[in-house]
């Protein structure tokens, strides 16, 4: 069983295209973020949801919307896609009230931007 | 400005050898966890250290946290083909009852048979 899965895993679009990646975690975690990871394999946080209540807003550009139907899946729309866009995403969750952030990730989501 | 520095950042070793990788901070964190991803996959945590002083083991990994909970190390004892990766160390940055992981550069290492 896979703990978290995001769709699709590949995505190519054209700037200016509006796209969406999806993710769910079947950990029973309270917690999902979105990470970005660069092509330099820096890994940064972009938001968190705690019981679909977002906690964790990074500067990220409006463009990024979140969306959290229920505690076990955290959805990422962007609008018009940018070149600077390209990246892997990647979706995580984890227990909030936990003593430590122990972060299980998806498979991630590498967005090409044309 | 780059909250944990992480050293080196690519490695290339011979099976067999040791190696260490540093993450180190002016932050101090309330846990710092190492992971390791691979190649079209996501990160998968290897370790949580906690305590100050704290090491912890697993097989030929050691972790370190350092005493003033500012920084750790990872050293791979007798390194093999199958610990080629991407290893990343992460902080945990508590308010409250939030956690937020802060990531290293992340140090590519590979092993060569």
Redesign the interface.
Known sequence: DTA?SQTPKYLVTQMGNDKSIKCEQNLGHDTMYWYKQDS??????MF?Y?NKEL??NETVPNRFSPKSPDKAHLNLHINSLELGDSAVY?C?S?L??G??????????TRLTVV | TQLLEQSPQFLSIQEGENLTVYCNSSSVF??L?WYR?EP??????LV?V?TGGEVKKLKRLTFQFGDARKDSSLHITAAQPGDTG?Y?C?G?R?SG???????G??T?LQVKP
């Open positions: 978290v330099k394999k820096f890994l940064k946080i968190s705690n906690i964790i990647f995580a984890s909030r009230g003593r430590n952030t122990e972060a299980f990730f998806g498979q991630g | 309330s846990s966890q991803q079209g996959e996501g990160p998968v945590l949580t906690v991407l990343l992460a945990d508590r009852n939030t956690g937020k992981l802060i990531f550069q992340g590519t």
